[in-house]
């Protein structure tokens, strides 16, 4: 259970405190499930292959040296004020 079935938030996990075991809340109305069981969620996950930058699709067969390149500019630091005493 994910959702509260009251009003549909999503339940939060409250820790095991004191006299309570580890139990999901609703944060916004006072449902509480107490955790009986472990919960187990499975996934398949697929492996996919993974491209270098060298073998990335070229675009209308040139090279990847035809993207496009900006100039960078050395950073010039301000001039230095002194402050002005009178």
């Known amino acids: 259970m994910d959702f509260c079935p009251a009003c549909g938030m999503l339940l939060q996990i409250q820790p095991a405190t004191g006299g309570h075991r580890l139990r999901l809340f609703c944060p916004t109305c006072p ?6 069981n472990k919960i187990v969620k499975k996934a398949r996950l697929v492996k996919r292959e993974v491209e270098s930058t060298e073998s990335a699709p070229k675009t ?5 040296e035809s993207a496009p390149k900006t100039e960078s500019k050395p950073k010039q630091s301000a001039p230095k004020t002194e402050a002005v005493r009178n």
Not at 60 to 64: H, L
Request: charged share 35%.
């Open 31 to 36: 449902y509480v499930c107490p955790i009986k």
């Open 60 to 64: 209308d067969g040139e090279a990847k």
